[in-house]
């Protein structure tokens, strides 16, 4: 029998990273265990965490770490320095000194190789369009890269290479999984607001939404392209979901439903079953209930 090594893949999704924190507390719950961390944006900011500290404690850390998080303290928006941006065309929205406080004060430990589980952190080039997979070096750098959302945030330049955020190249790096070894894959995805009744207002929130859609696209075919070449265990994400990705809100509740929601995953075969959960293809909700969500929503 060859030698099974399982990959933790996973994907960005901005406040829904909160969604990833209620998934792992079920996944370490069950004693599911990993030999490698991949992570892109939100995910690998979560990821970090995790390779740092894989067990039920560093969870809940994590969690405790994303109940004290505010829209604020990622996207601390100036109108002064907004205008600012657009008359010195300076290629980004925001500065990046609100993200660099908080991925320092998340971070448990400072270079990427100190984790305790291998970890690799997915980012663009911004020149060729390639993903960039950092293991060693600054796990600061990295994450701000990782997390750079074209025209919100600055590049990074790491070495000779100018980094953006890594959902641009490979939002759910399942192929990454797969050139690293991995025979087996466990995706903890963000989900989408599948049950929002319209698209987000603001440039910012407009350019998650839109990237955070593109990734459920690029899952989903991932999912098919590497499915001959390692079991890929997709954790469903959460459906009926009325919660945009720029909603800081409501992490309690996401909190709550993905830890709930995956334990049912696990003990309905969920780390047996491989393919494309029904949750990720498109589809509309018929009916919505307080919040966005249904009581009994019929997906199609």
Known sequence: MPEVKTALVLAGGGSLGAVQVG?????????????????ASVGAINGAYFAARPNAQGVAELADFWRGLRKADVFPF???????????RRGFLLQSAALEHLVRRALPFKQIEDTELPLYIVTTNLL????ELLSSGSAEQALLASAAIPLVFPCVQIGDKLLIDGGVASNTPIASAVYLGATRVVVVPTGFGCACPSPPSGLVALALHTLNLMSMRQLVRDIELYSP???IHVVAPLCPLGISVFDFTQTDQLLQRAYQSTQA?????GLVRTGVPGSLQAHTHTHHGAEGQSSNPTCS
Not at 28 to 36: C, H, N, T
Not at 78 to 88: G, H, P, V
Not at 265 to 269: M, P, Q, T, V
Request: glycine share 10%.
């Open 23 to 39: 998934m792992l507390q079920a996944l370490v719950e069950a004693g599911v265990s990993f030999d490698l961390v991949i992570g």
């Open 78 to 88: 100036s109108l002064l320095d907004s205008l600012s941006a657009i008359f010195r």
């Open 128 to 131: 060729t369009g390639a993903e």
């Open 229 to 231: 070449r390692a079991a």
């Open 265 to 269: 995953w696990i003990e309905e075969g």
